[in-house]
Every structure is written in structure tokens, then in C-alpha cells.
């Protein structure tokens, strides 16, 4: 692969991407020793430049002038989600401060303290799923366990009703791996899905409850109409409803695919398996490690410079895409020694798995704890847990949007 360190950006051709699908941590290493900046074909078919290096990943994801707003996209030069203005407006599309303004109105339901609170109802869902699949002798683990766990945890955070869930997974399957066979089937998702927060938000206007989701609309009503010469926090109605779809859909995917790979790392690792049932406690600190080794985000949300910036030694002009490869610094050796190796027991302070900067994961302290229970618990309660496939067999999508298994067939 190509070292464009010391290459003008009008001379690189972007290289394949295929390789970060068929074997990520293998191309990422060679793209990682061959330079720090490469010009690769994005998520989006574009060209795009990718980040590699730990060094360089940390403080780009801090640099204000790398902007996640797609108004400073090079015309022509990003094709990402489609999404209506109405799901649009959120997080992953904003600077301060629009940014700090949104964040500070939800962040206090991610508070530690408010999370902890949380683990008695969590573990609860935990102990019901695993019950269920007992009975079984064996399971589907995404399926059964690490996918309806988050899902469960996050609706009920927004008050969204069981009956609605099995409609959110199919969407959410649609937006992250788009079925080639099918274009459509995102657009339509994307439409079904504004229609279900539309509507969601209408009935809980008219009868509010006691969630999250109830708490923005009374925000967003009470402020709507309010002049605030400080500035007080509001919500736009766009706003509101890209917020409650951001955090179902962030809630949902980060977690069910940080639990499957974190089981699937442990059954890799039988003796790391065997010290964590027998040390329940440091199943916490394990989570940091499988968060670093094989975490849920291989990529940070694309950037915009604002202004050309150097990277790396490389020139990037402003207005083309900047893609931060979390997944390859957190593999950097020169951060994190024998890196390919899962060792709970190594220095993971800086792991950039859940982000760094302003835009540091808005629900890392929820993921943590779902994440701890759900290990703990299956670990605990099926001492014999293995694959029930061979390993080859064990598949992985096909995007690099996210790091997430397709089944984890599983017996014990």
C-alpha cells in the first residue's frame, strides 16, 4: 500500500478499501506502518482521507478545525446519509455551539449516577434473556441476548413501546450494512423511521410519561416560544426528533455489537475467559480492553476541515472528507504494546474506542455498565460457553462503519 506522507494530494489515487473488510486489523496495520495519512475511498464511494496513527487520531478528534458539519463539505466532494432535516439535526452533524447546547440538554440522563441507578433494571433484563435461553441448551447470541438487551435498556429510557422494537432493529440493519440487492430498502427505512419518531413524539406530547423522551418535548414546548438574552438551552422540532433518533439508533448499535465482539474475544481467549469467572470484579476493566481491541466504532463521524490543515505531514485541503480510524489507534504499538494481543490486565488509559474532545460519547457510562452486566452475567451462568461453529464460519458485516457480528451461534 501506498505512503502518501510525503505526497501531494492532486498525485494519490484513493486506495481499495476491500482489504478493510476482508481482514481489518491486518490492512489497517500495513496502511498504519506505510504512512499516517492515506487517501482511501470512503463509506460514501468518495475519496477521503484516513488517520491512522494513534498520535495524530487523538488530537485530530479534538481540533476544532475539523468540522463534523456537512455545510463545509467540498461540494461534490461528500455523499453520505440521506437523512431528512428532521433526523438530521443531531449530534454527529454538529459544532459548537449548536453541539453544547443539545448536549447539555440530555446529558444529564448519562450521568454516572443516573446510570447506576439503572443496573438493578438492567441486570434484570439480562438474568429474563438468559433465562429463556437456558431453556434452550443454546443460543443465537446476537439475536437472543446482546442485540435485545440495548434495545430493551434504550426504549425503555425513551418510553418507546415493546411493540415498536422488532420494527427499529430491521431499520437499523437497513442503515448500517444497505442490502446492495435492495437500494431502496434504505430509503424506505429512513422514511419508516421518520414516521415512527413523528408520530412517537406527537402521542407523547399528548400524553407525556415518565422518560426521557418526554422530558425534550417538555423542553422543547417550554422554550420554544421564550426569548433568553444569556442564551437558555432550547430544542427546533428538527432537533428534538433527530435527538430521540440518535440516541435510539447510537444506543442500539454501539452496544449490541460491543457485547457480541467482546463475547466472541473471550471465547477466542479461553484463559482470559477462565480469569474473568474467576474474578467477577475486574469484568469492568475487561470491558476497557475489549472497548480498545475489537470496539463497536471502527471510525470516528468523517470530518470537514474548515481550513486546509496539516496531518501527519500531509496536506489535506479544506472541505474534503477526514476519516479518523479509531480501530487503528487503538492497534498503534507505539501506544499500546503488543497490541493484537487482549490483556485486560495492560495500561488502557487514552483508548479512543468511545471518542475524545467535545464529541466524546454522549452514552459511554450506559454502554460500560450494559456492557459489565451482560458479560458477567452470561459468563457467570454458563460456565461451559463455546462456539457452537466452527470459528471460520463466524462472520463479521461488511462495512466499515461498524465492527459487528452478523450470529454468534453459541452452546454450553
Same mark, same amino acid.
Given at each position: ?10 498525485? @494519490? ?7 478493510? @473488510? ?32 494513534? =498520535? ?18 467540498? $461540494? ?63 443460543? !443465537? ?8 438487551? $440495548? *434495545? ?19 431499520? %437499523? ?20 423511521? @421518520? ?5 412517537? *413524539? ?19 414546548? =417550554?422554550?420554544? =416560544? ?7 438551552? &432550547?430544542? %427546533?422540532?428538527?432537533?428534538?426528533? /433527530? ?12 452496544? +449490541? ?43 470516528? *463521524?468523517?470530518?470537514?476541515? +474548515? ?12 472541505? !474534503? %472528507? ?5 480501530? /487503528? #489507534?487503538?492497534?498503534? $504499538? ?6 493484537? &494481543? ?15 474532545? *467535545? ?20 459468563? %457467570? ?29 453459541? #452452546?454450553?
Amino acid at each position: 500500500m501506498q505512503n502518501t506522507a510525503e505526497t501531494g494530494p492532486d498525485a @494519490l489515487a484513493p486506495i481499495d478499501t476491500t482489504p478493510l @473488510l476482508d481482514d481489518p486489523y491486518a490492512a489497517l496495520a500495513a496502511l498504519r506502518d506505510a504512512g499516517p495519512v492515506h487517501r482511501i475511498t470512503g463509506t460514501d464511494g468518495q475519496p477521503a482521507w484516513l488517520v491512522t496513527r494513534y =498520535d495524530d487520531v487523538r488530537s485530530a478528534l479534538a481540533d476544532p478545525r475539523l468540522s463534523l458539519d456537512k455545510r463545509h463539505a467540498t $461540494p461534490g466532494n461528500y455523499r453520505g446519509f440521506s437523512l431528512p432535516p428532521a433526523l438530521d439535526a443531531n449530534l454527529l452533524n454538529m459544532d459548537a455551539p449548536d453541539h453544547t447546547r443539545i448536549r447539555r440538554l440530555v446529558v444529564k440522563a448519562f450521568t454516572p449516577g443516573r446510570v447506576e441507578a439503572l443496573r438493578a433494571p438492567v441486570q434484570r433484563v439480562a438474568d429474563g434473556l438468559l433465562d429463556t435461553m437456558a431453556a434452550k441448551g443454546r443460543a !443465537e447470541l446476537v439475536t437472543d441476548y446482546a442485540g435485545p438487551l $440495548p *434495545i430493551t435498556v434504550i426504549c425503555d429510557l425513551l418510553g418507546i413501546p415493546a411493540e415498536d422494537r422488532r420494527d427499529f432493529l430491521a431499520w %437499523s440493519d437497513a442503515l448500517i450494512t444497505p442490502d446492495p440487492g435492495r437500494p431502496q430498502a434504505m430509503k424506505e427505512a429512513i422514511g419508516a423511521m @421518520l414516521e415512527f419518531y413523528t408520530a412517537l *413524539i406527537a402521542a407523547k406530547r399528548a400524553e407525556p410519561g415518565d422518560d426521557l423522551l418526554s422530558d425534550l418535548i417538555a423542553v422543547r414546548d =417550554d422554550t420554544a =416560544d421564550t426569548t433568553d438574552a444569556a442564551g437558555a438551552d &432550547r430544542l %427546533s422540532e428538527d432537533e428534538l426528533t /433527530s435527538l430521540a433518533f440518535l440516541i435510539l439508533f447510537a444506543g442500539y448499535e454501539n452496544t +449490541v455489537q460491543l457485547i457480541g465482539n467482546s463475547v466472541l474475544a473471550l471465547l477466542d481467549h479461553p484463559e482470559q475467559l477462565s480469569a474473568l469467572r474467576r474474578n467477577p470484579a475486574e469484568v469492568s476493566t475487561a470491558v476497557e480492553e475489549f472497548l480498545r481491541y475489537d470496539g463497536p466504532a471502527p471510525l470516528a *463521524i468523517r470530518r470537514f476541515p +474548515v481550513e486546509d490543515v496539516e496531518i501527519g505531514g500531509v496536506r489535506i485541503p479544506a472541505g !474534503e %472528507s477526514v476519516l479518523l480510524s479509531i480501530a /487503528s #489507534a487503538n492497534r498503534d $504499538p507505539h501506544r499500546f504494546p503488543a497490541p493484537d &494481543r487482549l490483556d485486560p490486565a495492560r495500561d488502557l488509559s487514552g483508548h479512543l474506542a468511545l471518542g475524545h474532545g *467535545i464529541h466524546y460519547c454522549l452514552g459511554a457510562p450506559l454502554a460500560r455498565m450494559e456492557a459489565e452486566i451482560a458479560i458477567g452475567a452470561l459468563i %457467570s451462568r454458563f460456565p461451559g460457553l463455546r462456539l457452537d461453529v466452527p470459528r471460520d464460519e463466524v462472520r463479521y458485516r461488511r462495512t466499515i462503519r461498524a465492527r459487528g457480528l452478523i450470529s454468534l451461534p453459541v #452452546a454450553w
